[in-house]
Nanobody, 120 residues
């Protein structure tokens, strides 16, 4: 059974930090690009960052210099270190796993999400 389980969300003041974790199981972790995607209230999903193999890619401009994505293939885990958090970072953060053949998505899995709220 495929599982993606996010943790580490919560309430933080502006300027604070959080570290999100996504523990994966049930598939060959190394073969998948791992991403963090967020959805703010009343808005669509937004790609935050992707780890393709061991290279961070597709980092959205609004988080560059503040968020760091990393992965541990031995731990089957992907992390998102979020620093200097702003109220506009408030969202549900989802972990996503995707395998592709060229431009075609072969398999895609989602976690249930973890809430991040940035407020004074």
């Amino acid at each position: 059974e495929v599982q993606l389980v996010e943790s580490g969300g919560g309430l933080v003041q502006p300027g604070g930090s959080l570290r999100l974790s996504c523990a994966a199981s049930g598939f060959t972790f190394d073969d998948y690009a791992m991403s963090w995607v967020r959805q703010a209230p009343g808005k669509g999903r937004e790609l935050v960052a992707t780890m393709k193999h061991d290279v961070p890619v597709n980092i959205t401009d609004s988080v560059k210099g503040r968020f760091i994505i990393s992965r541990g293939n031995r731990e089957n885990t992907v992390w998102l270190q979020m620093n200097d958090l702003r109220p506009e970072d408030t969202a549900v953060y989802y972990c996503n796993a995707q395998s592709r053949a060229g431009a075609m998505v072969i398999y895609e899995f989602w976690g249930p999400g973890t809430q991040v709220t940035v407020s004074a």
